[in-house]
Structure formats: structure tokens, C-alpha cells
């Protein structure tokens, strides 16, 4: 097996303590109260169309998308709007969110809430599209951009791949490996309304080696359909990077600064194909999703199925309670995820996971002269130069970053983890992003 | 409860440190040292110890009373710089001259430029260079290999292979008279011959070599690139003239071109960033490393070679940029 | 002997002279004309070079400010921050137009989220930005709209005139401000701005830039404005204006009369460089708010004689 697929340049192996796999995911039971952020995918927030003391219903319509790249939000439970507020979410801000005192489990009519396996395809393609939007799904791998404008390529292009997105290469995380050995089925299916909307012949399903259940579940699935293949890849990180995926599944590789639909291909999360079969099959919009819940001081290490807007704390709760020990609280994987300020935050659309990290591994290590070792020129998968970068960027010349193409970094972290010198040089390109972001706005203004 | 850290992602580190990755140089070098022990006798070792111990010794004295700076001796840079430096000199350089080569090495080649990483130059071959030029005989006068199993005797010196080569192409003496005198490859490869104590044996620099390869200390580009130009070029002059030009694997076997290639010119400061430079800088050497042991003065040109392409790192790090992800097509797109 | 000296001197000789008239005809053909008047401007500038002014260096400033003299007769738009007026009206003179005189300003630090006031939640680790902190989470006091106290703006003053201090991890400004501006771009909370230094450096204004309801401002911080409209009540001059929670004092309308320092309810209004208060004054807010806050009577005093050692003080109470 040693000449599986994978991306070329650069990549790290870090330990993947992958501690929750096989948990069955379990369903977490309904908070008293929900907090639904208004500003739970990439692009515009949504706008709430609910007003304090409204009664709804689960997967009733509260906020309409905010613009074209935005998505609907649909109240995850029953009951009354409480008010409308300034809550803190995964950004560490508080912005507007929609907050609702449970009341009851009362389901929106036309949902389709039993677990029958629906096979028949009876939509356009158009239909299936609306219906993705209707339902608010975003990307759940973490990136949450709208999964409906990826299904609309812009005019005078097209795909002629898709890509299920099942690499799950963060450590740690093993929410969609779960949902593809309880679900792949459904998954399938989801795949092949993907298809039939982006009006694609071939489908791929990326698994990385460290998932064989996985990956053989799924072959034999995808065995029955046309089209559809499982492509077993070699473990690397950031492999569940979009572009590294297609690089690797297809050989392709995406031009610096453009979408990936440039070279024929549409990436998808397991997670999000799950949601689009449920959202098409049986009505059913995005209020649910499988967060797994993980550390290593963590008693029990889970995998749970839970509502949209839930406190983060009763995750924790559920998969054991906070260890004393614990230091730093992460929104999703250990690589891309954020530090939280608080467990009150809720659950979004695109969280994928909840890790707890002892104090002990909380920290980083003292920095030390950079020593030109190169490390993390080989590790990194867009061939940047982070040492560079971090240089320019500590230095304030962000117009010699921007040539340097600081603006291509995919936030992998991959140059940091491998540091010898333990200088935060994420920190610095994030910095230089930020700083040339700013600069090409000014300039685009003129 | 804590209280909770926020910091940017990553949250992972690997156990990779400046530390570690100096400590593995160390080990790599032990093999090379046991040999030189093993001919050189204590000698060698005194010259090591006390290498190491004043490199040490003159990075805190400097950290602490010029720079009054963060102590960082513990990072093992100067044990490394320490051994180095050791490895270029002959095994019975006075102890004075040792001395002043460890403050020249990172008093000059490393402190001066501020420290670890921000060195242009190599700081043992700095010192090294300095050492020749300042005391050329002594640091000329190579002691015969002798296996410490022997008991001890005065020192007998006599010159290196390259050194023999060099004064007997001189004196008008043809190859084919000269040859019969030198070590046979069987003995280059142990380091039964005269040379810089650390420099002698070929199979325990590869050794030390192979461990930094396995635990990624270094990567292959350097060395191989290096190593086949001086095959290359060398094996050109000698299918020209083999009367007048000694054979390739005499020149990768002798002098300095292993250890070279393998400790000195992979030293991570003062290389290049990336493949393709790593690659002109390994060439670079390997040629000069030949024009001088061919046509220059001295027998031997890899500390000048390593040097002189030490201080075009900047400008090769310019012009090789790694390949980056989704150039190649842009072009094609726009 | 001799006559390889004499050779030498006339080979270098001629070459002297060849390059000479080489270098002549370049330079006259590539001569290109420039108003004598820049070189003047440029001279009487403090060539501080900050950018304040809006342009890239002193020499820019005396280039364009050349330009709309000769063209335009004005120097709309052109001031030194450094130099001030003093120099502007030196620039005009070379220029020969008369200006107006601008009120001298200076950064002020529209924050009091010290360590005491807004006590971390959290911990903060990683590269001392304030950029890269902004983008990440809302503050170790937790305020979204608070000072970082990583220190861009003391990165950025050219003229070390502000720092850190310690105790409170909030900037200083000292008197070296010369009102370049560049502190406030640096900033990416806005919370520094230019203000009037007033006369004799007497100044009022609001400590805080929380633009959030009262009852979560105050969460976060023990000094932040809630919005209450208490000042803008008081004020007589209309100086005061409330938007979304928050009081903003105009430093074009404010008389100085201090008024709005005495009834605000959490003290984010400043007043600096004033005597201290009159007994009979300092009685009065005590009676209004009784014994509640008996910090409310000490504080102006030991405000003052702080603000006495240095410009604008962030003050120093624990």
C-alpha cells in the first residue's frame, strides 16, 4: 500500500489520537435553551425574520440568507423566541443571534423524521439546488460556504468531477468517519443528488488509509452505482484541504487564487452530502449535526448528533464534564480550530468537533532564533515560504508579502507544528494576510 | 478551573526543537570522532574537549557580558560549532592555538552576526580559515594515522594524500610514481591516512550521514549534488589525462569533501532554503572545491569552497523560490 | 622607472577627462527642472518623515504642497502635524500665501480597560499584535470594543511618545505627541483619536469606546460608558451626542466646565490637567450619590496629580 494517492507538496503527519473512533454517535437531548448566531457561514450573515415571542417549530424558517453568498438559518427547536441579542459565538465576538426558550419538540409538518432509506431521485436539478438552499446547508467540514452557490458553477464554467470530502485529516476528529459507517448509505444518495445537480459523470469519495472501515463500507456501497468510486489516500495533513484533495484525487492542481471549480472540480463535505440527502429526501433542513467531542483528560470521548445553537458546555457534560486539568477549549480540530473564550458558545453549521487540552499541552514553547532549517518550506502544501512571510510580515512589509503570495496560505499551520524554533509563524502570515487583505481593498477602492 | 489560553491555530506542535536537532548533529558526528581517537590517539580528544568546551564557554561569555542577552548555550549549536572546528584541525594543533580557534569561531563567525541563525559564514570553517592563515604550518603538519592500540610514540608528521599529490606534480614526479605511495582506498575509507582528525575516515562520515538523513537533519540535495560534481568533474580530467589528474573516487575519499559535504556545507544557517538552491549550492562547492585542489595554490579548497558559496545563500534564496501550488496553470488560465 | 610613472599619469589622466566630459553631456541631457521652492519647504520641515501629513515623507509634502501653492494659491488641505503651526506658517511664507492657525492636537486613549478595571478571562498567547489579537477574540477583559494592550500603536509612534504601561497594560501619551495620526491607523479598535489639547492642555472626554448596552459594557469593565445620558443631561453646550450606548464628547463645542465628569455613574469621563476641586465641589457629587461610591471624592485629586506629571495620564488607581 505504500503507493497510495496523495497531494505533492510539503504536508506533516502529526499524531492523530483519533480517541472517539468507533463511539456510535449518539443523539444529545434538547437544551433548554438555544442560541442560533445569525453569522454561521462565509459571506453575508442571515437575517433574522422571527421577533421576540414568536412561537416556532423545529426546522421553522428564522432568518433568511443575507445576501448571495449566505444561507438560511431554521430554528433547531421548538418553542419561543426569547430575544434577539448580542451573543458571544466561535468568533470570540458577540454578534446578533436569535435565542429560543425550548418548549417541547414540535416538528415542522412536512418533515420526514424516520430513518427510511429514500433511493428514488425525482428532482432536476434546479429543484435539487432550491431545495439545498432552502435548507440553509453550508459546508460542515468547517469552512461553511454556502453549499448552494458551489452547486451554481459561474457562468462558462463547469464541473466534470465531484469530490466527497471524507478525509478527515484533522487529529482528533471523527465525526464524519462515524456518520460514514452509520450512514453511508444516505450518503451515497446524497452523493448522487450532487451529481445530478452539478450534471457530473464521475464522483470520488476521498478516505484517507487511517479509516479502512470506511473506506471498505463505502467501496461496496458506491460498488452498486455508476459513477461513483472510493479513493483510498495516504494519511497526510492538510489532505482534507480542498485544493490538496483535488490534487490528489485527480492530479489537478487549482490556480493560485482561484475556485477549484477553475480546474472541472466541486468539493463536498461527508457531512454536507448527509445533510443534502436529508434536506432533499426528506425535507429536512440543516439544524442537526454530528460534533465530536474529545480530549485526552476527557472521560468520555464522544461522538454526538446535536442541535445547532446548543451550548458547547453540554457537550462537555455529556461526554463526561470539563476536566479540572483543562487549559484551552477548541471549536474544531486541533490544526485549523479556534480557542474559545467560554463554554457558553454554541454549536454552529460548521463545527466539526470540541476539543479539550490539559493545561500542560495548552502552551506554546518559548521561541528561539529562526535557524533556517527550511522545515517549514518542505512542509508546506501551497509551496510558500513561512519563514519568509513571517519575516516580512514582523518587519511591516507587507507590499514584499504580497508578491510573495502570503495571500495563497490556507492556514494549515503546518509550518508552525513542525518549528523547531516553536516561532508562531501562523500568527505572523495571518497578520500579513490580514495587513494585505486591507491593502488590496484600498487599492480596489481607487 | 484555569484560565482558559487563546491563541491562533495551530494547537499541536511536534517535538521537534533547535535542541533536538543539535543533539542529533551530535550523535551523527560520534562515529567520525571514535576513528580519530582511534588513529590520533588523545590528542584528538584533547583537541575536541577543549574545542567544545571554549566554544561553549565563549558563547556565554559573550551572551552574558557583551550582548547581556538571553543565555542560549544549552541549545548545543556550540557543541556542534565545538566538534566541527575540532574536526578541521590536525590532532596535534597546540592547545593555545585551539583556543583562539573556538573564539574566532564564535566570536567572530557566529556572535558577531548575533547569534544562532543570523551567521553568513560557517562558523568552524571561519575559524578554520583563520587558523591556516594564521599559523600555516602548524595547522599543515598532519600526524600519521595511528591506531591508538599501538603504543604511543612521538608524533611522526607527513602530508595528506592531496597534499603528497599536490608537491609531487610540483617537483615534475609523474602519478604513476607518485601512487604507490599513498594510503590504498581500502585505508581512505577507514581514515588510515593523514588529514584533519575528523576528516579522514569516509565510511564513518557517511555513517554520521545516513543517521541525519534517517531523523531528517539534513536532506540529500547538498551532499549528493556536491559530491557528484567533484565525481563528475574530476572523473572528466582524469578520462582527459589519468597521467596528470587523480582519479574521482580519490578525490571524494581524501581531504575534506566528505566531511564537507556531509556536516559542514549542510549546515542549516548558512544554506539555502530550498531544493533547487540547495542543489546550485552543492554544485557550487563541488566546483570550486576542484578549481582549487586542480589549478589554485592550496592541495585542498572545501572550507574556501563552502565559504565562498556561504556568501551567495542570500542571492540563491532569491532566485530559487520553492514551487508554488497552482503557478504553474495560472499562466495558462489568464 | 620613470617613465612608467610618467605613463601611468597620462593613461589615468586621459581617462579622467573622457569620463569628465561623458558625465558632463549626460548630466546636462538628463537635467530635469525643479522648483528651487520644494528644497526651501523641505528644509523648514521637521523631516520626521511619519506620513501624518497623509504623504510618503517630508520631501512629498514639499512637493505637493509647492504644487497647489503655484497652482491653486492654497494650501487647502496641507498641514504638518509635527510641526504644527509655527512651521506651516513658515511653509507659507516661502510659498507666499498666509494661513489660518490650527488648534493644536494630540492622541488621546479613549480606553480605561486596565487590569484592574477589566480584570482577563482569559489568557492571550501568540505574537504581540493588536491586528492579529483583533482578528482573534474579543480581549483577555473581554470588552470587543477595549484596548488590546499589544502595543501597535506604540510600534507606530515615530516620536516615542507613547507607551505601555505596565501596571495597567493600557497606553500612555506623553507631551512628545506631535498629533500625526499615525497611532490612530495603527489602532484596529479606533479607540485613539486626535483631540484639541485644549487650552493650558485642559481636557475632557470620554474614556471609552463600548458601544454596547450598559448592562454587558459593565460586565466587562467597571469604567465603561453604559450610555446612561446622565452627561448629555448636564451638558449646556451641546457638546455631548449619545449613539448607541455610547457618549462621545465634541472637543469643538466642550467649554471645559466639568460638569459631565461629575455626574457620571461609572466615571469613564476624564477630565486632564485641572487643579484639583474646591472642598465645596468635591462635596456636592458625595451628597448626590451618597456613600455608594466613596472612590467618586479621592478620584479627581489623585487624577489630577498624576495628570500633573505627564500630559494625559491613564490613571493609575488599583
Known amino acids: 500500500m505504500g503507493l497510495l494517492k496523495t497531494f505533492v507538496l510539503g504536508g506533516i503527519h502529526p499524531p492523530e489520537n483519533k480517541l472517539s473512533a468507533g463511539q456510535p454517535v449518539r443523539t444529545l437531548k434538547v437544551p433548554d435553551q438555544v442560541v442560533v448566531p445569525m453569522g454561521q457561514n462565509l459571506g453575508a450573515p442571515s437575517k433574522p425574520v422571527v421577533k421576540r415571542g414568536d412561537k416556532v417549530k423545529t426546522g421553522q424558517l428564522i432568518a433568511e440568507a443575507g445576501g448571495f453568498i449566505s444561507a438560511r438559518i431554521h430554528s433547531p427547536v421548538s418553542g419561543t423566541v426569547f430575544k434577539i441579542d448580542q451573543v458571544m459565538d466561535m468568533s470570540g465576538y458577540r454578534r446578533t443571534a436569535v435565542i429560543i426558550k425550548v418548549d417541547g419538540d414540535e416538528w415542522m409538518e412536512d418533515i420526514d423524521r424516520s430513518d427510511t432509506l429514500v433511493t428514488e431521485i425525482n428532482f432536476s436539478p434546479e429543484e435539487i439546488i432550491e431545495k439545498v438552499k432552502d435548507a440553509g446547508i453550508v459546508g460542515m467540514g468547517g469552512a461553511t460556504f454556502p453549499t448552494h452557490v458551489k452547486l451554481m458553477p459561474p457562468p462558462g464554467k463547469s464541473a466534470d468531477y465531484l469530490l466527497i470530502n471524507g478525509v478527515e485529516c484533522e487529529p482528533y476528529l471523527t465525526a464524519d468517519h462515524q456518520l460514514m459507517l452509520e450512514k453511508g448509505a444516505e450518503i451515497i444518495v446524497g452523493t448522487r443528488l450532487l451529481m445530478k445537480a452539478l450534471k457530473v459523470k464521475k464522483a470520488v469519495i476521498g478516505i ?226 490580514n495587513k494585505v487583505g486591507a491593502l488590496i481593498r484600498a487599492r480596489s477602492k481607487k | 478551573m484555569n484560565m482558559l489560553t487563546i491563541s491562533g491555530s495551530p494547537h499541536l506542535h511536534s517535538d521537534n526543537s533547535t535542541r533536538k536537532i543539535m543533539f542529533g548533529v ?29 566554544s561553549v564557554f565563549f558563547e556565554w561569555l559573550i551572551q552574558k557580558y557583551l550582548i547581556k542577552g538571553p543565555l542560549t548555550i544549552t541549545d548545543g549549536s556550540a557543541v556542534v560549532t565545538g566538534i566541527l572546528l575540532a574536526f578541521n584541525v590536525p590532532s596535534n594543533l597546540p592547545w593555545w592555538m585551539v583556543i583562539i580557534g573556538a573564539l574566532v569561531a564564535i566570536g567572530i563567525g557566529k556572535m558577531s552576526f548575533g547569534g544562532l541563525g543570523k551567521n553568513i559564514f560557517n562558523p568552524a570553517l571561519v575559524s578554520r580559515v583563520f587558523l591556516l592563515v594564521s599559523f600555516p604550518v602548524a595547522m599543515t603538519s598532519w600526524p600519521k594515522p595511528h591506531p591508538i592500540t599501538k603504543v604511543l610514540v612521538d608524533t611522526v608528521t607527513g602530508p595528506t594524500p592531496l597534499g603528497y599529490i599536490k608537491e609531487g606534480l ?78 574521482p573516487v580519490f578525490n571524494l575519499l581524501t581531504g575534506g569533501v566528505m566531511l564537507g559535504a556531509v556536516f559542514m556545507a549542510t549546515d542549516m544557517v548558512t544554506s539555502p532554503m530550498t531544493r533547487g538552491g540547495q542543489l546550485l549550492f552543492g554544485f557550487g562547492i563541488g566546483l570550486i572545491t576542484m578549481l582549487i585542489r586542480v589549478w589554485g595554490a592550496y592541495p585542498e579548497g572545501v572550507s574556501f569552497a563552502i565559504l565562498l558559496m556561504n556568501s551567495v545563500v542570500p542571492l540563491i534564496n532569491r532566485g530559487f523560490k520553492p514551487r508554488r501550488f497552482g503557478k504553474v496553470k495560472a499562466a495558462t488560465v489568464k | 622607472m620613470n617613465h612608467i610613472v610618467i605613463i601611468s599619469v597620462v593613461v589615468l589622466g586621459i581617462l579622467g577627462l573622457v569620463s569628465a566630459v561623458i558625465l558632463y ?82 492622541a488621546v486613549v479613549r480606553c480605561n480597560g486596565s487590569y484592574a478595571h477589566s480584570p482577563g478571562k482569559v489568557k492571550f498567547e501568540g505574537v504581540t499584535s493588536c491586528a492579529f489579537a483583533h482578528a482573534l477574540y474579543a480581549g483577555e477583559g473581554g470588552c470587543q470594543y477595549g484596548c488590546l494592550g499589544l502595543g501597535d500603536c506604540v510600534a507606530a509612534c515615530e516620536f516615542d511618545a507613547i507607551h505601555m504601561n505596565p501596571e495597567t497594560g493600557l497606553p500612555v501619551v506623553s507631551d512628545k505627541c506631535t498629533a500625526c495620526g499615525a497611532c490612530v491607523i495603527a489602532c484596529p479598535r479606533d479607540i485613539i483619536e486626535l483631540r484639541k489639547k485644549g487650552p493650558k492642555d485642559k481636557r475632557i472626554f470620554v474614556s471609552c ?47 471645559l466646565c466639568r460638569k459631565c465628569v461629575e455626574v457620571c455613574p461609572t466615571n469613564s469621563i476624564w477630565e486632564v490637567n485641572f487643579k484639583p476641586r474646591k472642598p465645596k465641589v468635591i462635596k456636592e457629587p458625595e451628597k448626590k450619590e451618597t456613600a455608594k461610591k466613596p472612590e467618586a471624592a479621592k478620584k479627581p485629586v489623585e487624577k489630577t496629580s498624576v495628570a500633573e506629571k505627564s500630559v494625559n495620564t491613564k490613571k493609575s488607581e488599583k
Not at chain 1, 474529545?294 to 461526554?319: D, Q, Y
Not at chain 2, 534517517?214 to 567533484?230: H, R
Request: one cysteine or more.
Open chain 2, 170 to 247: 610540483g617537483a615534475g614526479k609523474t602519478l604513476s610514481e607518485l601512487i604507490p605511495h599513498l594510503p590504498s582506498y581500502a585505508q581512505q575509507l577507514m581514515g588510515q591516512m593523514g588529514g584533519s582528525l575528523g576528516e579522514v575516515s569516509a565510511l564513518a562520515i557517511l555513517l554520521g550521514g545516513i543517521y541525519m538523513l534517517w531523523k531528517k537533519i539534513i536532506t540529500w540535495e547538498i551532499p549528493v549534488s556536491m559530491l557528484l560534481t567533484v565525481f563528475v568533474f574530476s572523473g572528466i580530467l582524469w578520462l582527459i589525462n589519468p597521467q596528470h589528474y587523480m582519479d
Open chain 3, 25 to 106: 553631456f549626460v548630466a546636462s541631457k538628463f537635467k530635469v527642472y525643479e522648483d528651487p521652492k520644494i528644497d526651501e519647504v523641505e528644509a523648514a520641515l521637521p523631516s520626521a518623515n511619519c506620513g501624518g501629513c497623509g504623504y510618503p515623507g517630508c520631501r512629498a509634502f514639499a512637493e505637493n504642497a509647492t504644487k497647489s501653492a503655484s497652482k491653486n494659491h492654497s494650501l487647502e488641505g496641507f498641514f504638518c502635524p509635527v510641526g504644527g503651526n509655527e512651521v506651516m506658517q513658515k511653509v507659507a511664507g516661502i510659498l507666499g500665501l498666509e494661513i489660518e492657525e490650527k488648534d493644536p492636537m494630540i
Open chain 3, 209 to 255: 469606546v463600548n458601544k454596547e448596552k450598559g448592562a454587558i459594557a459593565i460586565k466587562n469593565c467597571d469604567v465603561a460608558c453604559i450610555g446612561c445620558g446622565k452627561c448629555e443631561k448636564v451638558c449646556e453646550f451641546d457638546a455631548i451626542t449619545i449613539t448607541s450606548f455610547l457618549s462621545y464628547i465634541d472637543f469643538d463645542k466642550c467649554r
Open chain 2, 26 to 54: 551530535v550523535v551523527a558526528l560520534l562515529p567520525a570522532m571514535l576513528v580519530a581517537v582511534y588513529y590520533f590517539g588523545l590528542g584528538a580528544l584533547e583537541v575536541i574537549v577543549l574545542s567544545v568546551f571554549f
Open chain 1, 208 to 433: 484517507e488509509n487511517n479509516k479502512p472501515d470506511a473506506i471498505r463500507q463505502m467501496t461496496e456501497l458506491a460498488a452498486k452505482e455508476e459513477g461513483i468510486t472510493v479513493q483510498p489516500l495516504k494519511v497526510k495533513y492538510p489532505q482534507g484541504g480542498e485544493k490538496q484533495l483535488i490534487k490528489a484525487v485527480t492530479g489537478r492542481e487549482v490556480p493560485s487564487g482561484k475556485l477549484p471549480v477553475e480546474v472541472g472540480c466541486v468539493v463536498q463535505n461527508v457531512g454536507t452530502t448527509f445533510a443534502v440527502y436529508e434536506a432533499v429526501m426528506k425535507n429536512k433542513p440543516l439544524i442537526e449535526r454530528v460534533v465530536t467531542v474529545t480530549g485526552k483528560a476527557l472521560s468520555n470521548p464522544s461522538n454526538l448528533k446535536v442541535r445547532i445553537g446548543t451550548p458547547i458546555k453540554f457537550l462537555v457534560e455529556e461526554a463526561g464534564g470539563l476536566p479540572e486539568d483543562t487549559g484551552k477549549v477548541i471549536g474544531g480540530g486541533p490544526m485549523m480550530g479556534k480557542a474559545l473564550a467560554t463554554l457558553d458558545v454554541p454549536v454552529v453549521k460548521g463545527t466539526s468537533g470540541v476539543l479539550l487540552m490539559r493545561e500542560a499541552e495548552s502552551h506554546r514553547l518559548p521561541e528561539s532564533p529562526c535557524i533556517r532549517c527550511s522545515k517549514c518550506t518542505q512542509v508546506c502544501p501551497m509551496g510558500l515560504e513561512p519563514f519568509l512571510l513571517s519575516r516580512l510580515s514582523r518587519m511591516g512589509r507587507f507590499e514584499d508579502a504580497e508578491k510573495e503570495k502570503v495571500m495563497d496560505c490556507i492556514e494549515c499551520g503546518s509550518c508552525q507544528y513542525t518549528c523547531p524554533a516553536h516561532i508562531p509563524l501562523l500568527d505572523y502570515l495571518r497578520l500579513g494576510k
